[in-house]
């Protein structure tokens, strides 16, 4: 059997003859039964019970003081930058290996987002590289941070939980302090995974989840902001539903405000879907255990497995080919795919994509080297069920 043939009769083994998407939600609770009470009581827009009842079940699993419960997790990134004061014309630092989420929200915010590498274990936010670009191209200017090469206020970073396996962010928050940057962690893969105890997203001033179709857990579409400070998650809760001032009944608005907030309809869903979540973790990190004997052995590449320190949710379970074997990426692929396996690549770096050519950049050459070799692989929880 050829290399290519043989990877795909061991990725078969786990995934084969399921038609699956990469990764498709798992509704085997009570999502009808809150979903038709959701319905029955006519509360399927802005307002409801199961919106509170979310946020309340996603603070008792992290551990957040403050969760609010938003229409996505792009809108959850635009509204946490904001909130912990990233301005039009600012620099934010962000992975140049994440989706590309993570950067089209730092230009909601109207700032620039500033590339970084990315850490060749972890897959996210590299510290020491983050430390060395702030050295060569930061200069302090009172409390600011400033880039001496474009003149803009450098002003937060955003590191990403790559897959779900949390990225170095005790280092990356040494790093923040240092050079007194605001964190707002890109937990949108990331729920179920910690680090020494301390769930993703909490390390941050705000962290950010996404509950879109295909992530850990699904409200359809959705996202969080999660915070320990109140003030910041009244702020965001504010803006998120257009800045109306409470009152019974007039309408005052104190800035422009968004639509962002979660319909209950979508948090009804969410509600049934956090109640499994421990389950559905379990049955990821199972996956990984059916991955991992299914490529034992196999030589050509690596299994991503778990980071140091940390506790993955295994949202993507994801293969790195050695580097010998980059160059048969596409064919791998493309194999895995006519047999019926949904595969696909990693994210393209951001730093290469038409709309932040302009953008700064520091060199990549680890996320340029992890995009030609890593293969993500079918991934849905029900995979992880033994069979
Ligand atoms: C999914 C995702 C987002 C965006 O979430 P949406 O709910 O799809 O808007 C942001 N960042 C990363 C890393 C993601 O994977």
């Given amino acids: 059997m050829s290399f290519v043939e043989e990877f795909v009769s061991r990725v078969a083994a786990v ?30 827009s802005s307002v409801g019970a199961f919106v509170d009842l979310f946020e309340s079940k996603l603070k008792g699993f992290t551990g957040a003081e403050h969760a609010v419960a938003l229409v996505n997790g792009t809108a959850a990134l635009h509204l946490g930058l904001m909130a912990t004061g990233v301005r039009a014309g600012d620099e934010v630092v962000v992975p140049a290996l994440s989706f590309v989420a993570t950067a089209n929200a730092v230009v909601h915010a109207g700032a620039t987002p500033h590339f970084v590498d990315v850490n060749v274990a972890t897959w996210g936010l590299c510290p020491v590289a983050l430390r060395q670009r702030l050295i060569a191209v930061g200069i302090r200017n009172g409390d600011i941070l400033v880039n001496k090469q474009t003149g803009r206020r450098i002003s937060a970073i955003v590191p990403m939980h790559a897959l779900g396996h949390p990225a170095q962010i005790e280092e990356i928050m040494d790093v923040a302090a240092e050079f007194g940057l605001v964190v707002v962690e890109d937990s949108a893969e990331s729920l179920g995974s910690f680090v020494s105890d301390r769930h993703t997203g909490l390390f941050g001033a705000v962290g950010v989840f996404s509950f879109n179709g295909n992530k850990t857990i699904t409200t359809g579409g959705g996202g969080a902001v999660v915070t320990r400070d109140a003030d910041l998650a009244a702020q965001i809760r504010h803006i998120s539903t257009t800045a109306r001032l409470p009152h019974s009944w007039d309408f005052d608005h104190d800035q422009v405000g968004y639509n962002y907030r979660m319909p209950n309809i979508n948090a009804a869903l969410g509600v049934a879907q956090i109640e499994r979540l421990a389950v559905l973790v379990a049955l990821q990190r199972n996956l990984f255990l059916q991955y991992s004997q299914a490529l034992e052995g196999f030589s050509g590449g690596n299994l991503k497995k778990e980071n140091c320190g940390a506790s993955s949710n295994f949202w993507l379970q994801a293969f790195l080919l050695d580097e010998s074997k980059a160059h048969r990426r596409d064919e791998v692929i493309e194999s895995c795919i006519k047999s019926g396996l949904k595969v696909r690549p990693l994210w393209k770096p951001l730093n290469s994509l038409t709309p932040f050519l302009q953008s700064p950049s520091a060199s990549t050459p680890v996320s340029e080297s992890l995009y030609q070799r890593a293969i993500c692989l079918p991934s849905s929880a029900v995979l992880g069920s033994v069979r």
């Fill in 15 to 44: 995934a084969g003859g399921s038609s699956l998407g990469l990764h498709e939600p798992l509704f085997k609770g009570n999502e009808k039964r809150y979903l038709s009470e959701c319905v029955d009581s006519g509360f399927v």
